[in-house]
């Protein structure tokens, strides 16, 4: 019911920033709640932000509140990720997920969409 196609990872240096976008398909990309995940080789998945349907309503993992920024341009059917003063332990592949209902937003359970993975690496 929607694609998602996640973009801007790349290799960036301790206490840079990389913008990561998520490009999703169909009309309906306003009703979704969305989110991003992250994934470290051999680690968990891991929430990282999530954003209601209109953007007012954000969370994040403590770790990266004041560093990281999440916004959507639900007419351009797009969710971005700001990630500033990036750390070596930000290091992993960073997902978008799109969920229908906020009843579980920040674990992975809660989303049945997902984008294939942009790889982020960042260097001491």
């Known amino acids: 019911q929607v694609q998602l196609v996640e973009s801007g990872g790349g290799l960036v240096q301790a206490g840079g920033s990389l913008r990561l976008s998520c490009a999703a398909s169909g009309r309906t990309f306003s009703r979704y709640y969305m989110g991003w995940f992250r994934q470290a080789p051999g680690k968990e998945r891991e929430f990282v932000v999530s954003?209601?349907?209109?953007?007012?309503?954000?969370d994040s993992l403590d770790s990266v509140k004041g560093r990281f920024t999440v916004f959507r341009d639900n007419a351009r059917n797009t969710v971005d990720l700001q990630m500033n003063n990036l750390e070596p332990e930000d290091t992993a592949v960073y997902y978008c997920?799109?969920?229908?209902?906020?009843?579980?937003?920040?674990?992975?359970?809660?989303?049945?969409?997902w984008g294939q993975g942009t790889q982020v690496t960042v260097s001491s």
């Open positions: 997920a799109a969920a229908v209902t906020n009843a579980v937003l920040t674990t992975a359970r809660g989303y049945q969409y």
């Open positions: 954003i209601g349907r209109s953007g007012a309503r954000i």
